[in-house]
T-cell receptor, first 114, second 112 residues
Framework: NAGVMQNPRHLVRRRGQEARLRCSPMKGHSHVYWYRQLPEEGLKFMVYLQKENIIDESGMPKERFSAEFPKEGPSILRIQQVVRGDSAAYFC????????????FGSGTQLSVL | GENVEQHPSTLSVQEGDSAVIKCTYSDSASNYFPWYKQELGKRPQLIIDIRSNVGEKKDQRIAVTLNKTAKHFSLHITETQPEDSAVYFCAASSPGTYKYIFGTGTRLKVLA
């Protein structure tokens, strides 16, 4: 079991570009969560998805951010027109069932906006 | 809104001593409390968790205690070793929600 896979590990973008972060959950897991971690801070919930459905996006900024988890393929977190404040580590987690117990995290994507 | 406070933010202990990290949560409906260990540049890893119907749980050198009345829970690491050095995060989640509320982390340094 390869665990939660995220790519890329590091992503550098210039202001105004788009960032696409990918996450493949653990085998057998159909629930995906995205968290953002700013330097020296805890993880902040962004969005929870099941296959083809956004269940809770209460932590997502209203503009420029979107997420999807298609029937086939990885979950994608998309950030349009990135700004310096978007620089952070973005972690994906997955769980076997709903209710957010036993989350297993990926290694994260470190986004740097120049 | 929901909030989890974590103390201390940094903690240095001598190898072999015990370390205690404390968290307080605001949502009285919270019923699941995991602890994660994050080494520099790595993923958060679940080290222990406790549910609200249990007051204490132990796994080798690690234990977690929960006081529902006071709404706080603590991580205890005994006989600390240098490899215990990392940032530790507590979290809380409530039934019907799908997210963890994380504390701000404790940087533990075990001095050899």
């Amino acid at each position: 079991n390869a665990g939660v896979m995220q790519n890329p590990r590091h992503l550098v973008r210039r202001r105004g570009q788009e960032a696409r972060l990918r996450c493949s959950p653990m085998k057998g897991h159909s629930h995906v969560y995205w968290y953002r971690q700013l330097p020296e801070e805890g993880l902040k919930f962004m969005v929870y998805l099941q296959k083809e459905n956004i269940i809770d996006e209460s932590g997502m900024p209203k503009e420029r951010f979107s997420a999807e988890f298609p029937k086939e393929g990885p979950s994608i977190l998309r950030i349009q027109q990135v700004v310096r404040g978007d620089s952070a580590a973005y972690f994906c987690a997955s769980s076997e069932g709903a209710g957010a117990e036993k989350l297993f995290f990926g290694s994260g994507t470190q986004l740097s906006v120049l | 809104g929901e909030n989890v406070e974590q103390h201390p933010s940094t903690l240095s202990v001598q190898e072999g001593d015990s370390a205690v990290i404390k968290c307080t949560y605001s949502d009285s409906a919270s019923n699941y409390f995991p602890w994660y260990k994050q080494e520099l540049g790595k993923r958060p890893q679940l080290i222990i968790d406790i549910r609200s119907n249990v007051g204490e749980k132990k796994d080798q050198r690690i234990a977690v205690t929960l006081n529902k009345t006071a709404k706080h829970f603590s991580l205890h690491i005994t006989e600390t070793q240098p490899e215990d050095s990392a940032v530790y995060f507590c979290a809380a989640s409530s039934p019907g929600t799908y997210k963890y509320i994380f504390g701000t982390g404790t940087r533990l340094k075990v001095l050899a």
